[in-house]
């Protein structure tokens, strides 16, 4: 299997900025796109941002032009720089990784959830 730790969440107020941080280890074969997901109280888990292998990006409209994706293929590992931070971005945001094993199988895979508070 495939674990994936985020960090770098937290409370910030409202204009501020985090940076999240996803590292994928352990039985890694390829890695396909990477992204940032969030999901907020009552509502639906979303697309914050993805990233392909080669480094192609897309973002939910929402966060255009204030949330940056990218990652380091290296290491396995995806950052959400988050600037310009609203309380409506407030949401457990979860890193995922679509992941091809050896044998050939697809599997998306989550991290735990990280906490962003964004309130005065």
């Known amino acids: 299997q495939v674990q994936l730790v985020e960090s770098g969440g937290g409370f910030v107020q409202p204009g501020g900025s985090l940076r999240l941080s996803c590292a994928a280890s352990g039985n890694i074969f390829i890695i396909n796109a990477m992204g940032w997901y969030r999901q907020a109280p009552g509502k639906q888990r979303e697309l914050v941002a993805a990233i392909t292998s080669g480094s192609g990006t897309n973002y939910a409209d929402s966060v255009k032009g204030r949330f940056t994706i990218s990652r380091d293929n290296a290491k396995n590992t995806v950052l959400l720089r988050m600037n310009n931070l609203k309380p409506e971005d407030t949401a457990v945001y979860y890193c995922?990784?679509?992941?091809?094993?050896?044998?050939?199988?697809?599997?998306?895979?989550w991290g735990q959830g990280t906490q962003v508070t964004v309130s005065s």
């Open positions: 995922n990784a679509d992941h091809q094993s050896l044998a050939g199988f697809r599997t998306t895979y």
